[in-house]
């Protein structure tokens, strides 16, 4: 037994999560094909929904109108005849095929305005068709810039290396960032200890080829963990669930379960680590300020009576070391010599005792100290004999 129309129509929308503009019926065909294919064709916010009759509950295929280049007829426009368009989007072209001219002209000017976002300079639509498509114009703009956020600014070139993480992140290129080799129970152990980083898990699944998704999510009742299957495709992948969602790529999978949360559960990215000491290096000397170590004899004292002797080459714990005396000796006087000095210092002074001495006393005394000195120099003159 089908179900009713609108009952379809109901869990279309649950599963696109977007609301409906326009739709109709269509033929489709890529470059590869060589025919066209009808299809039931709904437009829900910028995206094409094809299904195969109007009684499919999921969507055999999805277009992005987001990424349209340009949408070019294909032949000039006739009353009677189908019209065909190509649309030109980043990996291939597609091209479109309407009953009529009319119905193409109309679906052009909703194609081309839910992807730029505003009204074609050309149009040939009644006045009623016009408002309508103004209505769904006005309704997509208060939709995006709900579901929007800022773009982040690029990241840094020393932040993109996935060394820096020890979590077991995956080299596969074109994987979503949130992707990681990593069985269900370590999955749900990372959403755990961390819910910071995030609440979507994409992971390998137990059968070859697929996916599997773990999702943390906050109720009224706590926190719950689900696990959902992922199952590659031909043409995409398909989203396991009571009613099967299929998309064309994995970063889509996870963009649908942050549509379904409303985006308060976002993708797990692992923290980056921070240091938290600064290590001060010792400064190197500088050449030209390095003090060369001196290099000097030690010089030792004598243990037999205390006094330094330079020419000792061991140096004993504790004591100063004296640079060596390069100047040359003093040389000694001879003891004939000092004693020669000698009586010439006391001729001078006798001389100087009698020139000073002008009457009989002082000549007295001058001979007393004559025989003082002459004393003396006789004392001197043994003592060098001796």
């Not at 190509?86 to 305005?113: C, F």
């Not at 379960?257 to 240091?275: C, G, I, L, N």
């Not at 714990?317 to 010599?337: A, C, F, N, T």
Request: aromatic share 8%; proline share 8%; charged share 30%.
């Amino acid at each position: 037994m089908s179900l009713s129309s609108r009952v379809v129509h109901k869990r279309r929308e649950t599963i696109t999560a977007l609301p409906l503009y326009f739709q109709g019926r269509m033929q489709k065909k890529r470059s590869k094909d060589k025919d066209f294919k009808p299809y039931y064709v709904e437009l829900r916010g910028d995206s094409l929904f094809l299904y195969t009759d109007d009684t499919q509950e999921s969507y055999t295929e999805k277009m992005d109108l987001s990424q349209l280049k340009t949408m070019q007829l294909e032949s000039s426009y006739k009353k009677k005849e189908e019209t065909v368009f190509i649309l030109s989007l980043p990996k291939e072209e597609v091209q479109l095929k309407m009953e009529n001219a009319d119905t193409g002209e109309e679906w052009r000017g909703y194609i081309l305005t839910m992807a730029k976002k505003e009204l074609p300079n050309k149009l040939e639509l009644m006045p009623g068709q016009r408002v309508k498509l103004e209505d769904a114009l006005k309704q997509e703009k208060k939709r995006v810039s709900h579901h929007s956020r800022p773009a982040l600014p690029p990241r840094p070139s020393f932040l993109q290396s996935e060394s820096m993480t020890d979590s077991p992140k995956s080299t596969k290129p074109g994987m979503p960032e949130c992707f990681y080799d990593v069985t269900r129970k370590e999955a749900e152990q990372m959403l755990e200890e961390n819910p910071q980083n995030g609440g979507i898990i994409l992971r390998p699944s137990t059968l070859p080829n697929n996916y599997a998704l773990t999702l943390r999510q906050r109720t009224a009742s706590g926190y719950v963990k689900k696990n959902y299957r992922v199952t590659s495709t031909n043409s995409g992948f398909v989203i396991e669930l009571d009613t099967p969602v299929s998309v064309s790529s994995l970063n889509e999978v996870i963009e649908y379960f942050m549509e379904k949360t409303d985006y308060r559960v976002h993708p797990y990215t692992a923290s980056q680590a921070y240091d938290t000491r600064i290590e001060v290096m010792p400064t190197p000397p500088h050449p030209s300020k390095a003090i060369p170590k001196a290099q000097v004899a030690p010089m030792l004292r004598s243990q037999s009576n205390g006094e330094l002797d330079p020419h000792s080459e061991e140096s004993p714990s504790g004591e100063y070391i004296y640079p060596d005396d390069h100047r040359p000796p003093k040389p000694r006087l001879d003891l004939v010599q000092e004693d020669d000095e000698f009586k010439e210092a006391i001729r001078k002074r006798r001389e100087n005792l009698y020139s000073s001495c002008d009457d009989g006393n002082i000549g007295i005394k001058s001979q007393h100290a004559e025989k003082r000195l002459s004393g003396t120099a006789g004392w001197s003159s043994s003592s060098s004999k001796a």
